[in-house]
């Protein structure tokens, strides 16, 4: 049963949370932050506007999350896909998420949380890659909420890279291909530690996964909402958690 603090809470959001069955919060919260290029545009603003608006529901969400006591939250930060747009937006991005790691880090870390990182590092810039090293270690003996950011991230290449993981394994004769199964495949995974999302939240109106956790997915209860990413807020999550709650969860059986 999760340990809810009304303390983290407005008394418009102690309303909500009032609502909600603490032992049925989900464990792993995922998130697609779409929408901070429409909202900066529909202001007549520059789209990195949008996403530097985009920070303050990120710290509505974790403050909401480790009110809860949810156990892990997956923020889809930067896709392989997003290195296709204009070079200035891209620099913007990679330069707002190294700043707000570092800004971020102490006050995380007295809260308890753990910050971890999913996703290819390699084409990430080298400060980038400093940032998520010295946050991880900072916070790798933290025991509430994690807090994952899927950077260069893509369902795709992270089951193309598990494969890689596979079929070496299989080269050094250290797996059977015959005798594979979903486990090896979920070990070979960039976090195989952690759970499955019980609850996928997308903002801004798409109803796609983008080619996120894909394999991760399989049986996580989707919510999607027309507000773009930067209009998010605590009470938005909350009442998707409500309507989470709400839901029978089958995982392909046959109920009564």
């Known amino acids: 049963m999760a340990n809810i603090t009304l303390t983290k809470f407005t008394a418009e959001e102690r309303a909500i949370v009032e609502r909600l069955d603490p032992a049925r919060i989900p464990r792993h919260i995922a998130i697609i932050m779409d929408g901070n290029g429409r909202w900066a545009t529909r202001q007549g603003l520059p789209r990195v506007i949008g996403h530097r608006a985009g920070v303050e529901s990120v710290r509505a969400v974790i403050n909401a999350c480790g009110g809860l006591s949810v156990g892990y939250l997956t923020l889809y930060s930067f896709s392989t896909e ?24 102490e006050m995380l870390h007295r809260e308890n949380s753990r910050i971890r990182h999913l996703g290819r590092r390699e084409d990430l810039p080298s400060s980038l890659q400093l940032a998520l090293d010295e946050t991880a270690s900072l916070t790798a003996e933290n025991t509430g ?8 991230y893509s369902g795709r290449t992270e089951l193309v890279d598990a494969a890689r993981r596979l079929a070496a394994e299989a080269a050094a004769g250290a797996l059977d291909p015959a005798a594979l199964e979903e486990a090896d495949l979920a070990r070979a995974l960039y976090l195989p530690d952690v759970p499955a999302p019980d609850l996928l939240i997308r903002t801004g109106g798409e109803m796609r996964v983008s080619n996120y956790l894909l394999w991760q997915i399989a049986y996580t209860e989707l919510w999607f909402t027309p507000l773009l990413w930067p209009e998010f ?17 089958k995982f392909g059986r046959v109920t009564p």
Do not use: K
């Open 233 to 249: 807020r605590a009470a938005h999550l909350l009442e998707a958690v409500v309507e989470y709650q709400h839901r029978q969860r």
């Open 82 to 105: 997003n290195w296709s747009r204009p070079d200035t937006e891209v620099r913007a991005l990679m330069e707002l998420i190294e700043g707000q790691l570092r800004t971020e880090a």
């Open 145 to 152: 909420l994690q807090i994952i950011f899927a950077i260069n």
